[in-house]
């Protein structure tokens, strides 16, 4: 089956400094990718979609400056959270998607962040 | 708008059935999904459903009814690992998901 995985799976880093996460397809070719943040006993939150060789498209009330988001492959995603603060402390979730239309799309396991 | 509704909570006991329902509205409609989510991980596919009707998996079922915006996740012989927040999520025209807020399933002995 398709398979999505994340890097790191937890991170704990200082007020103000950037966090990188990796998401990866690694067994099929990811024309999409979806970005979700999740807070305790809350559901997905879709933050942005990013197609492979475009710019990221984000729902309202995410900031694109402080989330960069970059598909530079079609196996890789990244989202770089800029100057993360405590409230940005949360569980950051990609899934990804093959091909356009295709409706099914596969999470990967997560990345908790922890900004203190 | 779009939205989905889900009962945030119910409990079950183990060896018994349950039914989580869900009604959503969309603007169009891919299908409905069906995931479970332990606590601290990421959402698994269950199901998927895009025609009326029961789609039948293990011990799980998923039921559609397109025209009242309706779906359930059936669960039977409920054992104790079932314990986990269960998410319906619709398609909308733009093949974007749109998520229910969850409903954790709690199996008692």
């Known amino acids: 089956g398709a398979v999505v995985s994340q890097h790191p799976s937890w991170v704990i880093c200082k007020s103000g400094t950037s966090v990188k996460i990796e998401c990866r397809s690694l067994?099929?070719?990811?024309?999409?990718m979806f970005w979700y943040r999740q807070f305790p006993k809350q559901s997905l939150m879709l933050m942005a979609t990013s197609n492979e060789g475009s710019k990221a498209t984000y729902e309202q009330g995410v900031e694109k400056d402080k989330f960069l988001i970059n598909h530079a492959s079609l196996t890789l995603s990244t989202l770089t959270v800029t100057s993360a603060h405590p409230e940005d402390s949360s569980f950051y979730i990609c899934?990804?998607?093959?091909?356009?239309?295709?409706?099914?799309?596969?999470f990967g396991p997560g990345t908790r962040l922890t900004v203190l | 708008g779009q939205n989905i509704d889900q009962p945030t909570e119910m409990t079950a006991t183990e060896g018994a059935i349950v039914q989580i329902n869900c009604t959503y509205q969309t603007s169009g409609f891919n299908g409905l999904f069906w995931y479970q989510q332990h606590a601290g991980e990421a959402p698994t596919f269950l199901s998927y459903?895009?025609l009326d009707g029961l789609e039948e998996k293990g011990r799980f079922s998923s039921f559609l009814s397109r025209s009242k915006g309706y779906s359930y996740l059936l669960l039977k012989e409920l054992q104790m690992k079932d314990s986990a927040s269960y998410l319906c999520?619709?398609?909308?025209?733009?093949?974007?998901?749109?998520w229910g807020a969850g409903t954790k399933l709690i199996i008692k002995p």
């Open positions: 459903n895009v």
């Open positions: 899934s990804a998607r093959s091909l356009a239309g295709e409706t099914e799309q596969f």
């Open positions: 067994d099929f070719q990811a024309t999409t």
């Open positions: 999520a619709a398609m909308d025209s733009n093949y974007q998901l749109i």
